[in-house]
């Protein structure tokens, strides 16, 4: 295997990757802030750190996956207010709404997911140990903030100079009563009338965002670990910040490879929740298998913007199906007749293990799925023209390796038949009056299948053509015939 390779936010390049312990990686993930629906920004952050540990356990690595969940903040506690709720009942809603989303895209559970509120002591000692080092001051009404100008690294993550930052900024920003530098951030905020408060050394309060993370993640995973990741949103001013309380608290380097997901775009504007143009994943779930979308997030780079579109879910869910189609032709052959169980030729052999090959190179590159999934797509070539030359146990060969490839993205580990039909039957809820309806087409085929038992074949050919005409294209196998609708 080829080195792994990764592209570190950090140094702005493509490195190769080496664990810090042999065999062992840390990874901790920025997960949601729980008080509304994932939307699809979120899926694909999901889906994209899913795929790098599945990898990373493919290749014999143990992966320890943290994820945490931000479960006290201004909007969870404005919400709560809103709904006339507590803010647990609020948080525990929306957690479970998000762990059944992040199974339905075949999400593997994170190892831990830690919570914000269960930290609160942690998050306390860093905050007084920044304190000890002064890096950090607590002012008149009870809020702490993190002095930026105390550590000297500041700006290393985005790039970004303090000075450069507070010459363009000097006219936006408001400058805080208490801040020593407008770019000082709050580690604790003095509480509030009615909002949720624990005590401190610095009176009532509640912990600012960003050392939330820096505390759960050492936690979870030492001083200092190997990856940690989020979207692209979150790499300044949250991951910077981390960086100079972690390492400010402990004096030790914080995390060795920063990976960032890229934005979802709609329209050609940022998806995002201000904006208000945003699509939650249950949303997008009414009308597309949630695997279509798990397709359509990886057949992208995981840097690069996505497109979301209509027309996009639809060309991820044709080219799913056909994938899923392939097995699915393989599938109805082995069934009918048992498998030759002959030896595989040594061309063969070589076959199999040159996709493989490509295959795991493209994930081994920075995790380019889309190269991955070219592979794929050769491999279903391959199935093909072993169908028609009658090879059958060269197909069954190459379709076991394919569902087994296909889990290392995980994708294609649903029956075909299963997939297939939720896929027709999505498109049938999107096809407008003028389309038939499953049960109508189930009927012409029956019909079209009578017309044959009865050596009408122009009958049957005229039924094959009118369904065409309507965009419903039919598929003969040994077993029967399947039917889709042409996009
Ligand atoms: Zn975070």
């Known amino acids: 295997m080829p080195d792994f390779i990764l592209y570190n936010s950090q140094t702005r390049r493509k490195e190769p990757f080496k664990p810090l312990k042999a065999g062992k990686i840390g990874l901790y993930v920025c997960g949601m802030t729980v008080y509304d629906y994932c939307h699809i920004g979120h899926a694909r952050v999901m889906v994209s750190f899913d795929v790098l540990v599945r990898f990373l356990r493919a290749q014999g690595w143990q992966v320890t996956y943290v994820r945490n969940i931000t479960d006290i903040d201004d909007k969870i506690i404005l919400r709560a207010q809103e709904q006339q709720i507590s803010m647990t009942e609020l948080t525990g809603r929306f957690i479970d709404a998000m762990n059944e989303d992040a199974t339905a895209l075949g999400c593997l559970s994170p190892d831990q997911a830690p919570r914000a509120t269960d930290f609160i002591p942690q998050m306390q000692q860093m905050i007084g140990q920044l304190i000890n080092k002064e890096h950090a001051y607590a002012v008149a009404n009870g809020d702490v903030y993190y002095a930026v100008e105390s550590f000297a690294d500041y ?61 759960m993640s050492t936690c979870c995973l030492g001083n ?48 995002s929740k201000s904006l208000g143009n945003f699509f939650t994943i249950r949303d997008v779930m009414q009308k597309f298998a949630p695997e279509v979308i798990r397709y359509f997030i990886i057949a992208s780079h995981y840097r690069s913007g996505l497109n979301f579109s209509d027309s996009a879910l639809k060309d991820a869910r044709q080219a799913l199906s056909r994938l899923y189609i392939a097995l699915k032709s393989v599938a109805d052959l082995a069934q ?28 081994a590159d920075d995790l380019n799925t889309p190269i991955a999934l070219a592979a794929l797509f ?17 197909a069954h060969a190459l379709a076991t390796q394919l569902v087994e490839l296909g889990g290392i993205l995980g994708i294609l580990q649903q029956p075909p038949q299963a997939f297939l039909q939720q896929a027709a039957d999505s498109r049938a809820v999107q096809t407008d009056n003028d389309g038939l309806a499953a049960i109508q087409i189930e009927a012409a085929i029956e019909a079209r299948r009578q017309a044959k038992a009865d050596k009408d074949y122009a009958g049957a050919d005229k039924i094959r053509q009118d369904l065409l005409m309507r965009g419903i294209i039919l598929e003969d196998s040994h077993d029967g015939t399947t039917w889709r609708r042409a996009d």
């Open 155 to 215: 700006g290393k993550l985005s790039g970004r100079k303090l000075t450069d930052m507070q010459a363009g900024a000097s006219q936006r920003v408001e400058t805080d009563m208490y801040k020593k530098n407008p770019f000082d951030f709050v580690l604790w905020k003095a509480a509030k009338p009615l909002e949720p408060s624990w005590p401190s050394p610095w009176g009532e309060g509640r912990p600012g965002w960003h050392i939330e993370c820096s505390a």
């Open 224 to 271: 200092h670990f190997d990856i940690h990741g989020g979207g692209g949103d979150l790499l300044f001013p949250h991951h910077e910040n981390e960086i100079a309380q972690s390492e400010g608290a402990t004096g030790e380097p914080y995390v060795n490879t920063w990976l960032h997901v890229g934005f979802v775009n709609v329209d050609g504007e940022k998806m």
């Open 336 to 363: 009918k007749s048992p498998l030759d169980t002959a030896v595989l030729t040594a061309e063969h052999a070589a076959l199999l293990n040159d996709i493989k090959m490509r295959f795991m190179a493209a994930l």
């Open 378 to 394: 050769d491999s279903v070539r391959h199935i093909n023209r072993a169908m028609n030359d009658g090879q059958t146990d060269r």
